[in-house]
């Protein structure tokens, strides 16, 4: 393809290692024990993993004194992996909390992150301005607002040869202040289709990558909200609300129909929520469908407010002046970037995290723990209905 042709050098080694065949896809089961991921103990030391001091980690010596008698015979898969990296896909990698897990995730010497990328020199630039080891990222094209370019990062992805270990739902867009709605390649209301339906398609066609990896902890992680937990931050006006779909299943163009998924009036705030409740309920429906028979732990988390990130560019002047300070010593809801990195890190690499089906948020003193989602972000039959009329939208159903 063109575009992997055109990718600079960090994306070529990918394909160097593809070459000398160091990703055989041998698939060996792993024994039940490997639940547990083994971690060098640098991995989760206190320095890259400071935010949490009670963080608890098995580390080599400690998981071989546990698991003696079954050690030999994963001999085989330990070959595999051994030396070799584990391999990360982020979404919107180039910038707040995406290329923040991603540099923590790089510099733990343990991953590869393939950051899935709308501008490619942007995220060149992030990565090398964070201290990225090269060999340790690629930066491949991909633009959630396009199903064309979904599609397409799928076949450049496949075509790299790496396994999938885990993929991260991250992207985002927020256009609290526009008056109207704008629309994705495929017509669609633009911020469920980036957020929503470009991850749906995403993850979907990326669901048997994952299920051929034979990490021992291969998991589907979409980064929640604040909308989706019901306390006052999960209430302030517009609330999210999909009522009865009407909207997402006449396709959200704003001709025919809303661009809203309740078939109601444009409101950007309120979309942004709407497409955030959707990424809930999709990773629980995708728990309900797949967990048991793939082992794939699928998961969401809300980071903390992470109020200087690009996801606020649109707002005006003011808002971005005062939410931070606001978040930090109002609500002491805030987060930095570097800390929210952490998190979704942990999220992906963490032994202790390995349930299906949850919503990690992390407490006062920073110990994560399973949060609960508001009564429409957990309600089974929208999950059902979201994900079939999101399958006809984007071309699967
Ligand atoms: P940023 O705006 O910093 O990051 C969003 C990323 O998404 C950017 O890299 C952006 O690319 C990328 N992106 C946007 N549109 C597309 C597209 N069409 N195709 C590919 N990539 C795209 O925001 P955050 O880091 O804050 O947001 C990350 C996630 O965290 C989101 O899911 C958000 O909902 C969630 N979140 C954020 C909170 C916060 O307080 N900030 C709180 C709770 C959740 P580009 O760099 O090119 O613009
Ligand atoms: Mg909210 C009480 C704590 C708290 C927390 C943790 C957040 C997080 N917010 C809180 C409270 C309030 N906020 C209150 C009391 C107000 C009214 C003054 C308020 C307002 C507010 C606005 C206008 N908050 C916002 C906005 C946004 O535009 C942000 C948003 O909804 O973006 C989609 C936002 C957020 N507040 C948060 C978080 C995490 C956000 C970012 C959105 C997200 O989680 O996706």
Redesign the pocket.
């Known amino acids: 393809s063109m575009r992997i042709a055109a990718l600079p050098s960090s994306s070529t080694a990918a394909f160097q290692e593809n070459s000398s065949g160091m990703w055989s896809s041998s698939i060996v089961k792993a024994s039940p024990f490997l639940g547990v991921r083994l971690c060098e103990p640098k991995h989760f030391s206190s320095q890259s993993f400071s935010f949490n001091p009670k963080a608890k980690c098995i580390t080599k010596p400690q998981l071989q004194a546990i698991a003696a008698p079954v050690e030999t015979k994963r001999a085989a898969p330990e070959a595999r992996r051994a030396g070799l990296k584990s391999s990360v896909i982020i979404t919107g990698a180039s910038s707040g909390l995406g290329l923040a897990a991603a540099k923590v995730l790089a510099q733990s010497g343990e991953w590869h992150v393939i950051m899935a990328c709308r501008d490619f020199l942007k995220a060149e630039k992030a990565a090398m301005a964070v201290g990225m080891p090269r060999e340790n990222y690629t930066v491949m094209h991909l633009d959630l607002a396009s199903l064309e370019s979904v599609r397409q990062f799928v076949e450049n992805f496949r075509r790299s040869g790496r396994p999938l270990d885990v993929l991260v739902c991250n992207a985002a867009v ?1 256009f ?1 202040t526009a008056k109207e709605p704008t629309f994705s390649a495929e017509g669609f209301e633009l911020s469920v289709a980036t957020n929503h339906l470009g991850h749906f398609l995403l993850a979907r066609l990326l669901l048997d990558d994952l299920k051929a990896s034979d990490h021992s902890a291969r998991r589907l992680i979409i980064v929640g ?3 989706g937990i019901n ?3 999960g209430n ?1 006006p517009p609330k999210a609300n999909l009522g009865d779909l009407r909207g997402l299943s006449a396709a959200l163009n704003g001709v025919q129909s809303s661009p809203m998924i309740d078939g109601g009036q444009f409101d950007g ?1 309120k979309a ?2 709407d497409s ?1 409740v959707c990424n809930m309920l999709t990773m629980q429906e995708f728990h309900r469908r797949f967990h048991e028979k793939t082992g794939i732990t699928f998961a969401s988390l ?1 980071p ?2 992470i109020a200087t990130t690009g ?2 560019r649109e ?1 005006i002047p003011l ?1 971005r002046t005062l ?1 931070p300070p ?2 930090k010593y109002i ?1 002491k ?1 805030f987060v930095s970037e570097d800390d929210a990195g952490k998190r979704l890190a942990q999220v992906v690499s963490d032994p202790y995290l390995s349930k299906s089906g949850v919503y990690w948020s992390w407490n006062k003193d920073l110990n994560s723990f399973e949060n609960q989602l508001s009564e429409e972000a957990s309600d089974p039959e929208k999950a059902k209905r979201v994900w079939e009329l999101s399958e006809k939208l984007v071309g699967l159903a």
Request: hydrophobic share 40%; net charge positive.
């Open positions: 927020y609290p909200s604040i909308t306390t006052l931050a302030i705030a942004y929520k955030k809300y903390g407010c996801l606020f707002h808002f939410f606001f978040q609500t809801g």
